[in-house]
């Protein structure tokens, strides 16, 4: 697509404010593929100013009008699904068949999951002699990641579109055409101006711009836990609502009792997707130490058969990151059984996909998030062992289980200090809620659970038509009726 030298700000394409303008790199081959705006905050105040002038007629728009809206964009983003998979294909460096079967195919899905929802739930019920309400929070700050650029636009803006809110967006900058053309469908899909808004910029401009403006009543941020930390403190300052999902590090436990080849191979597949950028990726392999030498010739073998099949990290800084971890692993005493710090091609930034062997739990490698294609193989010696280790970081975003029986899986499961657990495999739910436990965020996106974090409570209490002429006009909350 031809990006836009505007923002979109109540219904149309507008000029920014600020006349900087950010680069867009196709990181395969290095080359500039488009610029837009880089808003600041008058660009923001403009964009919030007009999200809250349209959110009283969008709250009060009934549910079924808003589900049919958001239907209307699930239809768009399908018929434009080639499209999608092309831009982030150029702009992340997404290969083509992992474009369209998850960057793609994945947003779709959860767009219609909301329509559904938007049409279905119970936004009031009776309790007793009280009415409990469902209502929008109000303007949200939506503030997303590169890595999956139009799923984490879509896991924000469609429930808070479903529960009656406007946003205000500011993706990231790696990835703003696939942003511009998420408007692009709001747009064609009929939504009210000002419902959903979008200012391209920078997170340290416009992002912070965003979290800050007293004119908006919540900010979902997905990113790393230290940019959460200054989001939070801000949010809290302002006793604001804020839902934040972020990093990880996430354990692959294989039970004595599991298919090894297939945990293994299934395990380095799930970290070399996406060439390693997703924030839930099984970055730690733990083996019985019974099994342990089998699994890292698995391993290193897997690994080697990805080294034409995944793409670049998105961008410059982020292969120097990678390649400034494979490079402290080796120096902290890992074995690189796989992969290793120099470039594998002239061109773009790629990172080889990387095994370390030998991983012991207080490594960096086995902390920190690394974000690129990088596995660590960690041993154990017993179930107590493994679930040390397993439970032994700041983060508890996700994880898996594999064992013979699912019950003796999912036992394990239960004991790990994280939001989600794949069991022997288990496929993604895009119903189910996504989120993490300790520093992998707070609060949850998708299905029922994601819509929750866009809604507030409020009660009506009608007197009890028992209620004695006598009695008097008010009674404090905890007196008896």
Known sequence: MKAHDGLYIDGAWRAAESRDVIEVVNPADEQVIGRVPAGGALDVDTAVRAARAALPAWAATP???????????????????????????????APPKFSRAVHAAVPIAVAGSYAELA????FEEKVGNSTVYQEPVGVVGAITPWNYPLHQIVAKAAP?????????????????????????????????AGVFNLVTGLGPVAGQALAEH????????????????????????????????????????????????????????????????????????????????EAVQ??????????????????????????????????????????????????????????????????????????????????????????????GTVYGLAGAVWAGDEEEAVAF???????????????FNPLAPFGG???????????????????????LRRSPRWLPRSAPPYCPPWAPR
């Open 298 to 391: 698995l391993a290193a073998a897997a690994a080697a058969t990805y080294g034409e099949r995944i793409g670049p990290v998105v961008s410059a800084e982020q292969r120097a990151r990678v390649r400034g971890y494979i490079e402290k692993g080796i120096a902290e005493g890992a074995r690189l059984v796989a992969g290793g710090p120099e470039s594998p091609r002239e061109q773009g930034y790629f990172v080889q996909p990387t095994v370390f062997a030998d991983v012991t739990p207080e490594m960096t490698i086995a902390q920190e998030e690394i974000f690129g294609p990088v596995l660590s193989i960690l041993r154990y010696e017993d179930e107590e062992d493994a679930l040390r280790i397993a439970n």
């Open 63 to 93: 549910p079924a009008g808003r589900a049919a809206r958001l239907a209307a964009l699930r239809d768009v983003l399908a018929a434009r699904k080639d499209e999608i998979a092309e831009t982030v294909g150029a702009e992340l460096g």
């Open 413 to 427: 499961a239960r004991r790990m200090e994280t939001g989600q657990v794949d069991i022997n495999g288990g496929r």
């Open 119 to 122: 049409a279905t739930h119970p």
């Open 437 to 459: 436990y300790k520093q992998s965020g707070v609060g949850r996106e998708l299905g029922a659970h994601g819509l929750a974090e866009y809604l507030q409570t409020k009660v």
């Open 160 to 192: 808070a579109l479903a529960a009656g809110c406007t946003v205000v967006l500011k993706p990231a900058e790696n990835t703003p055409l696939t942003a511009q053309l998420f408007a692009e469908a709001v747009h064609e899909a009929g939504f009210p």
């Open 214 to 293: 007293p004119g908006v009543d919540l900010v979902s941020f997905t990113g790393s836990t230290a940019v959460g930390r200054r989001i939070g403190a801000t949010a809290g300052a302002a006793v604001k609502k804020v839902a934040l999902e972020l990093g990880g590090k996430s354990a692959n436990v294989i039970l004595p009792s599991a298919d090894l080849a297939r945990a293994v191979n299934v395990g380095v597949a799930n970290v070399m997707s996406n060439s390693g950028q997703t924030c839930s990726a099984w970055t730690r392999m733990l083996v019985h130490s019974g099994q342990y030498d």
